[in-house]
């Protein structure tokens, strides 16, 4: 079954502190990942896409498919990061995503 | 740099109504989806549509709903007889190459009463 799960609902961490969001996927073909953020009332942004191999904003992502995972990275957490992150798995020839259910970043002063 | 715009943002129905969800994507995209989230839970796939036709849709993408690229820039989504489960945020989409992550729009949130 193609699944993405996050398992953390909340992240909260002071500012400048290393920031690691998880992410894990189940997909019987080659995965294409993506990391997708959300301000607050604002759209799903794409953040990051594993086959770029970018870093945007500071994260960066790496997919370990040995371990089926895509954990989103940043070394200095900033207090604009606080956001709502989902990670996403296109599936299919026209790259429906599935989600997982997301992860809250809290960055405290 | 483009959007994907929808409207309205907020649209609240009575049961048994029809309602018809308005997405312009960006000029160029060739991938059209709709997603939705119902509060509290995952966002969730609706649908997919390409070269004018849906190319793939979900288990929740039944009788219920259509889609329509009308004229060749709007691209609509009606729920014929909404249901008060159909209440949620829906999104749109809209892709350029397949391979690429979607430029989401700001959603419309449906409330059903």
């Known amino acids: 079954a193609q699944r993405v799960t996050q398992p953390e609902k909340l992240l909260s961490v002071f500012k400048g502190a290393p920031v690691e969001l998880k992410c894990n996927y189940s997909?019987?073909?080659?995965?294409?990942l993506f990391w997708y953020v959300q301000y607050s009332r604002q759209r799903l942004q794409l953040l990051l896409r594993?086959?770029s191999r970018e870093s945007i904003k500071g994260f960066t992502a790496d997919l370990n498919k040995g371990e089926t995972s895509f954990h989103l990275k940043k070394p200095f957490a900033q207090e604009e990061d606080s956001a709502m992150y989902y990670c996403a798995l296109g599936s299919g020839g026209y790259n429906k995503l599935i989600f997982g259910a997301g992860t809250r970043l809290a960055v405290h002063p | 740099e483009p959007e994907v715009t929808q409207t309205p943002s907020h649209q609240v129905t009575q049961m048994g109504q029809e309602v018809i969800l308005r997405c312009v994507p960006i000029s160029n995209h060739l991938y059209f989806y709709w997603y939705r989230q119902i509060l509290g839970q995952k966002v969730e796939f609706l649908v997919s549509f390409y070269n004018n036709e849906i190319s793939e849709k979900s288990e929740i993408f039944d009788d219920q709903f259509s889609v329509e690229r009308p004229d060749g820039s709007n691209f609509t989504l009606k729920i014929r007889s909404t249901k008060l489960e159909d209440s949620a945020m829906y999104f749109c989409a809209s892709s350029e190459d397949r391979v690429d992550g979607y430029t989401f729009g700001s959603g419309t949130r449906l409330t059903v009463v």
């Open positions: 997909y019987s073909g080659s995965p294409e």
């Open positions: 594993h086959i």
